[in-house]
């Protein structure tokens, strides 16, 4: 049915319900015969004039019909791409344009966020491309533009991916609601390389308000974590989760940097395991041909082997398995870790120092060197820039439960701070030091694993430290016990059966150096220094005791 | 019991031997009475003879007891770091030495390669860390070093760390059988940090042999390569091992240096996923709280799902599972895979060529930056330096399938190759065209998976490629499939089931751009560009169907 056809039917029902409501009367009693006959004749003359707008409508039809569309070269559907072709075009992306290039001709390919037809010789689209957005224009002409290309314009369903040619211009007014709002493109050429299909689940703009949008208009729809979640093809397409992408790329990138400067080797230990070790809960089990076989829970024994086998210094970039049934904002149970060891000469305080010192390297390069990307998230996920010392804080625990009980928490000499504990400790800390990011050391050793190094003076504490961002906790690590006779020794303290971690004694047997690491949730520290309230958020698919999908 | 008593007792011993072997003569019979006992006076003569220097013996270990060890505070075993303390030593690493250093005194902490005693008055130590070895040097002196320090550096055993203070000289002779032979560490402080308490499987001489010294010295000690992976901890310690994993990482490095300078983003894709899709068989099963789940192997749906939410051009280093029974020299169940996806605008060749120039890097660049680690390596794994043009060949299937019939191989125009007939195509591309590593294209559409774009001019034939280095493969790629009814008919038409595949399909009905990628096996890379003969030497800790361990 025509746009028109449906206003002409839209309009008899108008009247026929306005007739109804008159036969009834207000007090919804039948009218008078003379007041009948009234009605009837208006209707008749109503009927008449809408079969005239009818007639009208269809002569204009046939009219636009036989009319010569001169544009059509200029728009359409392209056919599907199987590499037919090469050509020598230069192509532009969004981000790129600027006001710079006014007058030029570019060509691009992106999304059609939106289509909006303004009368039916008009139509604004807004473009996409990664973190950017920019204004397409199509005005009918004389020569090039036809209504029929404009309608076309109107026609491409939201999230099409389209192939223009584009005169850029500079608007009147900057365009504000597009990321790239000092151009605009007058668009030559329109082709659509990929159409959607089928109803999205969600608009782009629906998924891309902030808090800051529903607090100004409530009315706004609201899209579910798990709406999200479960279309997770459609939600990644906002330009606040392409930017979260790509800072999760980028501290991976700044781990990286940091270390191999540092002379780091990376290395990959595998994930197949063949005994839960490491205390053996929360393990993963696979079925591994004829036999049973684990998911790694973490790469620590085999980042030691490394560390025993003469590595010096390694690092690990890879997935690790956690079979807790844990469902909060901050567990998955497969994230990405970032975990290094590092052989030390004298002093584990050489390896805390240098991860302390990589933290400050890594928040230091994501605000220079990914402005772009973090202003787009905290448009939509408002949060204060970290803040943090050139050399960064360090606190012992004990100190940190004076704190806490100075400002009225209980808490025992050698209990484990609670979440709700850190982030108190977090906020005093902040008050008390002026900073986000901070390294607790010397951690009670009862709460440590079983390989954690004591603390020579006193043996209720262990050389171990955890660094906190905003109060949450980001890495956790410590010197660990290089000799197999304490270590042993600790094993069997803490009733852990020996028989399970042979060859990891055994690497200790054939000779090892003191040594240090730790290891880092890559999504948390996204979470964390981003101010997001959920891991979900910073987790590409992720997957929890209750989604494993898609 | 001391070196002089054993010595002693070797000559009673040997004098008894002498006399029981004169009372029985020649001819077996016993001798004259005469002759006894002028045999019987010698072996008194002989007993006193002993009984004197037994006595002399006791007397100087005696006067060596009371001699005051002048060096006492210069050596022994070092309490266990436990992170005492810190000192502003300056540490060097072996391969910073060099004869401009000489004169200079230097602090070291190395493993214990071997230590030889010459005489009581000196010892020779083999001192190794990382890929360089040197040699350390103690000589008895009058304020220093001790007869007992010497003896102590001789009892030190194998592959024990020691912290040592020496003096850097340059010997008369360069020490070849050291990497660093320019000079050599007369030690004047010499601790050990981590002693060995264990007999060592095999010894790390034994370990690193080359084909070459075995064909010089039949009669060397061989280690298994069973043996080797059992103590995988050992093994690794070898210079070509240190040596290979760092290689191994810097192809990971190369490999994302050059990608991110082609504006990739990096990816972590989840491994625990809910359907065994891509094909169904070869996966691993996981016990997922109530339910199962598989093991991915590999990242292909979800980069690709990356491509359909906007990322452009995205790429992940992460392990791969396939639980193929397969024990043959190449094949892993778990690898680390290097792979990436890229959207394009006209031609999956921007890609495919694209890929060609990374490969040039890592090769140029391995050749250049990790010089070092590859002369270590090709010492114990002798091999030419691969061959390779500025821009890599480009081969079509079907010429290949050619080349193969014109020198005498049965084949089939759409057959896939057989590992045998891949290794023969490489040699003679070598010789026609005198490259190791080229790129094969136009697969036919039959031996490749359901996702892949057909060719437009021949549908026999697909817009896919794979890479070959030293006749074997070491990426596959492809166009894939963006269109969903395209793929939907693919699926139907190679009868899989396409409701394990639905959330894939439903990426592309919400648009898609044109992509193509591929996926590199790290191991291989490493494995064929190195020319060594088995997977599992390029496998930190290798995972087959038989090994999960250690």
Not at 35 to 45: G, Q
Not at 130 to 136: D, L, N, R, S, Y
Not at 306 to 332: K, Q, S, W
Not at 517 to 534: H, K, P, T
Request: hydrophobic letters at 35%; proline letters at 5%; glycine letters at 6%.
């Amino acid at each position: 049915m025509s746009e028109q056809e449906q206003q002409n039917q839209q309009q008899i029902a108008d009247v026929t319900d306005k007739m109804e409501q008159v036969i009834l009367d207000a007090e919804g009693k039948p009218l008078s015969k003379k007041a009948l006959k009234k009605l009837e004749k208006e209707r008749e003359k109503e009927q008449k004039k809408q079969e005239r707008l009818a007639r009208e409508a269809a002569e204009r039809a046939a009219r636009e019909a036989a009319e010569v569309d001169y544009a059509t070269d200029n728009y359409g559907n392209a056919k599907l791409n199987m590499s037919q072709q090469q050509t020598n075009t230069k192509w532009t992306e969004i981000k790129e344009l600027s006001a710079a290039m006014a007058d030029q001709t570019v060509h691009i390919q992106a999304r059609v966020q939106t289509s909006r037809p303004t009368g039916n010789k008009m139509c604004f689209l807004v473009l996409r491309e990664g973190t950017a957005t920019a204004q397409g224009l199509l005005v009918v002409n004389e020569d090039t533009i036809s209504k029929q290309m404009v309608k076309f314009a109107n026609s491409i369903p939201s999230e099409s991916i389209v192939s223009i040619t584009a005169i850029v211009v500079i608007p009147a007014e900057p365009i504000k609601s597009c990321t790239v709002g000092d151009i605009e493109l007058h668009i030559t050429k329109l082709f659509v390389i990929s159409k959607v299909v089928t109803g999205l689940p969600f608009s782009i703009e629906d998924a891309s308000y902030s808090k800051l949008d529903y607090e100004k208009d409530p009315t706004l729809n609201k899209v579910l974590l798990d709406t999200r979640l479960d279309n997770r093809v459609i939600d990644l397409r906002t330009i606040a989760n392409n930017a979260i992408f790509k800072i999760q790329a980028a501290v991976g990138q700044l781990f990286r940097e940091y270390l191999t400067e540092q002379k780091f080797t990376e290395i990959h230990t595998p994930k197949l395991i063949s005994t839960a070790s490491e205390g053996g809960s929360n393990v993963f089990q696979v079925t591994y041909f004829k036999r049973q076989a684990y998911l790694a829970q973490s790469p620590q024994l085999y980042k030691q082997a490394c560390i025993a086998a003469d590595f010096g210094r390694v690092y690990e970039i890879a997935p690790v398995f956690r079979a807790e049934n844990a469902n909060t904002y901050r567990h998955l149970t497969e994230y990405v870790g970032l975990d290094l060891e590092c052989a030390f000469r004298e002093h584990y305080h050489e390896i805390m120092y240098m991860i302390g010192d990589m933290f400050v390297y890594i928040f230091k390069n994501l605000e220079e060197r990914w402005a772009h990307e973090l202003e787009i998230v905290r448009k939509q996920y408002p949060s204060e820039p970290i803040k943090f010392d050139e050399k960064p804080l360090r606190l012992e625990f004990k100190d940190a439960i004076a704190l806490l009980r100075k400002h009225g928490v209980e808490i025992g000499d050698l209990d484990d701070l609670s979440t709700p504990q850190e982030r108190e400790l977090g906020k005093l800390v902040k008050k008390e030091y002026g900073t986000d990011f901070y390294m607790l050391d010397k951690f009670p050793l009862g709460i440590r694993p079983f390989y954690t190094m004591p603390d020579p003076e006193n043996p209720e504490y262990s050389n171990s430290y955890d660094f906190f961002l905003r109060g949450e906790e980001i890495m956790s690590g410590a010197q660990r016990i290089h000799d197999p006779v304490l270590l042993t020794e600790r094993i069997k303290a803490l009733e852990i059966d020996p028989s399970s971690l042979t060859d990891y004694i055994k690497g200790f047997e054939y000779g090892c150096p003191p040594h240090a690491g730790g290891g880092v949730g890559l999504e948390r520290v996204v979470m964390f220094y981003l101010g997001i309230g959920n891991i979900r958020h910073t987790s590409l698919f992720p997957r929890d005791p209750k989604r494993v999908d898609p």
